[in-house]
């Protein structure tokens, strides 16, 4: 409400306060909110990079990468930091390197992988503001016969294993 009704530079250093802050889903709406402030001050990505380089817990590097990756999709940041988190032991950041990879169709059948091994061990990822290991792998790879087979078998009345994907 405060990025919509008052978009003043204030409200912007506000909104960088909460997006430290240690409660996820504060963090997680007020990246959402200076995402939607891209246009008005585009200044804000500098600012969010700056803070990718200081040591924040991975939940805040999480949500300023989910405002970064929002609002300023085309950052030329963006090949350094996938380099950086890719590969990372958070699941979060990972999801967000996914994701940002599938947008810009460079994805591998490693990363796919990566999601279908997640969504058997019934792993319940999800980013802050919609989204989904199943948004990734249907728009990662929407003709994917083996995906596809995975998703039928899951459905079937009492199909449980170890090799079957979660029904969600």
């Known amino acids: 409400a405060l990025a919509e009704n008052a978009p003043a530079p204030e409200v ?8 430290l802050d240690e409660e996820e889903m504060f963090a997680g ?12 001050f585009p200044h804000t990505r500098d ?13 805040e590097q999480t949500a300023v990468l989910e405002a970064l990756f929002k ?3 085309d950052c ?6 996938l380099t950086e988190i890719e590969d990372s032991p958070s699941a979060g950041l990972r999801l967000i390197a ?18 279908l091994g997640w969504a058997t061990r019934r792993v319940h990822l999800r980013w802050p503001h919609g989204g989904s290991l199943v948004w990734a792998l249907a728009h990662g790879w929407p ?7 995975k998703a039928l078998e899951a459905i ?6 170890d090799e079957v994907i979660d029904q969600d």
């Open 12 to 19: 912007v250093d506000c909104l960088f306060r909460m997006l």
């Open 29 to 40: 709406q007020a990246a959402q909110a200076l995402a939607s402030l891209a246009e008005r």
């Open 47 to 59: 600012r969010l990079v700056c803070l990718l380089q200081k040591p924040y817990p991975v939940s």
């Open 71 to 73: 609002g300023w999709p």
């Open 76 to 81: 030329p940041e963006w090949p350094r930091i």
């Open 98 to 115: 996914l994701r940002k990879k599938i947008l810009m169709g460079t994805q591998s059948l490693a990363d796919r992988n990566l999601l």
């Open 143 to 149: 003709e994917d016969s083996e995906i596809k087979a």
């Open 156 to 161: 079937q009345p009492g199909s449980w294993g």
